[in-house]
């Protein structure tokens, strides 16, 4: 098993940045990618970024593209998404999940472990 925990939420004004982080543990090295997804009240959860343990690659939601980016530190199995310019619509419950396999990085239902969110609240 893989546990992810997420930190970093919390109330910022618009134009603000905060940076989420989503350690892992347990049976790490079944994970080959995390990605950021995310869910506000009333809709659907969302796909956020994504980033490869191995190679780097890295993707982005149209949304977030230019504002937010994503990074990981391989020795401390934590990954970070760091979110700059952000709007009110930016708020959300921010999740990380991993997988273990290959596919559509964007895609929820093919990630494995989830982590149990942070909320993000971003003022106008």
């Known amino acids: 098993q893989v546990q992810l925990v997420e930190s970093g939420g919390g109330l910022v004004q618009a134009g603000g940045s905060l940076r989420l982080s989503c350690a892992a543990s347990?049976?790490?090295?079944?994970?080959?990618?995390t990605g950021w997804f995310r869910q506000a009240p009333g809709k659907e959860r969302e796909f956020v970024s994504a980033?490869?343990?191995?190679?780097?690659?890295?993707l982005f939601a149209d949304s977030v593209k230019g504002r937010f980016t994503i990074s990981r530190d391989n020795a401390k199995n934590t990954v970070y998404l760091q979110m700059n310019s952000l709007k009110p619509e930016d708020t959300a419950v921010y999740y990380c999940?991993?997988?273990?396999?290959?596919?559509?990085?964007?895609?929820?239902?093919?990630?494995?472990?989830w982590g149990q969110g942070t909320q993000v609240t971003v003022s106008s």
């Open positions: 999940a991993g997988r273990g396999g290959g596919g559509n990085y964007n895609r929820a239902n093919e990630y494995d472990f």
């Open positions: 980033i490869s343990w191995s190679s780097g690659f890295t």
């Open positions: 347990g049976r790490t090295a079944s994970v080959i990618a």
